[in-house]
């Protein structure tokens, strides 16, 4: 049976669960190189259905690169099957200018109803600069935080004259999501007339956008970037796989932690100080751990509040060894509303997608704040599973070559 007549008989098969068939039709597709790239915009182009259109622009969302391949497929989408919304959904991301306008004329100026949430939605989330003039137009869709990022002075002192008025909580979060200079600088005043019971709540929502509290250094790194997971040759930025020496263990389990991520500082299209490269670990068991501190050294790795042992390659939790292929987001200030999870999303670099803002780890060696510099959310890319729970989001402490993943749920 040839590749193509797998697919469909693999699309058509209604006793796979979607998540499953979601990994199949990946695997299958990859299997196949460039061509399975190219399989996947016919089934995107030619379909006659919305399911078999979504798994394809699923997995070609997912790929490193290929950004004319995966606007091909959204432009006929658009043009055949807008209210697709599912598949129209996937691509959103990527899409270039035209692409952007026709999606702006269907979804904005056209059709309204439950179908267009997830595209206004997408729209919102990564083009917030070319949709905040839409503000009263979409406000239906209840999509205005995903709008903050980078938004101007004006809505800074607009936000800032409520929360006068209200001392909502959910406006001082909102004012935290536009992270440019004026909104930290309207978060400091927020925390230094805050009641002495609210100042954790504050110092959290300032280190979330870019400045620690405490020292008013920079929480964060320069630069958004996606991260796309492929084969290990593809980037030196590694996920999964053994590496080799001593890892953090657990402790009712014994279970062996797996690498989530190993940046290279050298290959980071930002500066990150330090000795050694950034090194992430974790796992899960019947008592998994709210955050895994490790220290690096010349003499090899030391777990810091966790016992450590020999390595495993067990492929858990991250299925396949690979890499994460690093690409600039549009603009720079990152993400606007609550993280969902289970999107197989990684970035790195920039300001945290939190489910909810906290204070960022303290370093287990110098009890100074630490840097986030990455994360990754459970899901399913085109190469592997990530099968942890949640979002694991790493940080890096430059002064003591310390790294720590915390999760949240």
């Not at 790929?63 to 919304?85: V, Y």
């Not at 952007?100 to 206004?120: C, D, M, Q």
């Not at 909502?168 to 019971?197: E, F, H, K, W």
């Amino acid at each position: 049976m040839e590749t193509r007549e797998r697919l469909e008989a693999l699309l058509a098969d209604r006793s796979v669960r979607p998540r499953e068939k979601q990994v199949r039709i990946n695997n299958l597709l990859r299997e196949q190189g460039e061509d399975g790239v190219q399989l996947a915009v016919s089934a995107v182009v030619e379909s006659t259905a919305e399911a078999p259109a979504s798994y394809a622009a699923n997995f070609l969302a997912r790929l490193p690169g290929h950004r004319e391949e995966k606007n091909t497929a959204l432009r006929e989408l658009i043009t055949r099957q807008p209210d697709w919304s599912a598949a129209v959904a996937n691509l959103v991301e990527f899409a270039d200018d035209d692409s952007f306008e026709r999606l702006e004329r269907y979804a904005v100026r056209g059709a309204h109803g439950p179908g267009t949430l997830s595209i206004v939605y997408e729209l919102a989330q990564h083009f917030p600069d070319r949709m905040r003039k839409f503000r009263k137009e979409i406000a239906q869709y209840d999509v205005f935080d995903l709008l903050l990022p980078g938004a101007p002075d004006d809505w800074v002192q607009d936000l800032l004259t409520d929360y006068r008025k209200t001392e909502s909580a959910n406006t001082a979060v909102q004012l935290s999501y536009i992270r440019t200079d004026a909104a930290r600088d309207a978060l400091v005043t927020m925390l230094n007339s805050a009641p002495s019971g609210k100042t954790s709540f504050f110092a959290a929502l300032l280190e979330s956008a870019g400045v620690f509290a405490d020292t008013r250094e920079a929480s964060t790194y320069a630069g958004s970037y996606r991260g796309l997971f492929g084969d290990v040759r593809q980037s030196p930025h590694e996920m999964g796989g053994d590496p080799g020496g001593l890892v953090p263990m657990s402790v009712a389990d014994k279970l062996t932690a797996e690498r989530i991520l190993e940046l290279r500082r050298a290959e980071l299209p930002f500066r990150a100080e330090g000795n050694f490269d950034p090194l992430f670990f974790w796992y899960e068991g019947s008592q998994p751990p709210g955050h895994i501190y490790v220290k690096l050294t010349a003499d090899g790795r030391e777990g810091l509040m966790t016992p450590m042992g020999p390595s495993q390659d067990t492929h858990a939790l991250i299925t396949e060894h690979g890499s994460v292929v690093l690409e600039q987001e549009r603009h720079e200030y990152g993400l606007g509303g609550a993280a969902v999870t289970g999107t197989a999303r990684i970035q790195v670099g920039g300001y945290p997608h939190w489910r909810a803002p906290e204070r960022f780890p303290r370093c287990a060696e110098c009890a100074l704040g630490m840097k986030f510099i990455a994360s990754v959310d459970s899901g399913v890319t085109s190469f592997a599973k990530f099968a942890f729970s949640g979002i694991l989001y790493a940080f890096w402490c430059e002064r003591c070559d310390v790294a720590c993943t915390h999760s949240q749920l």
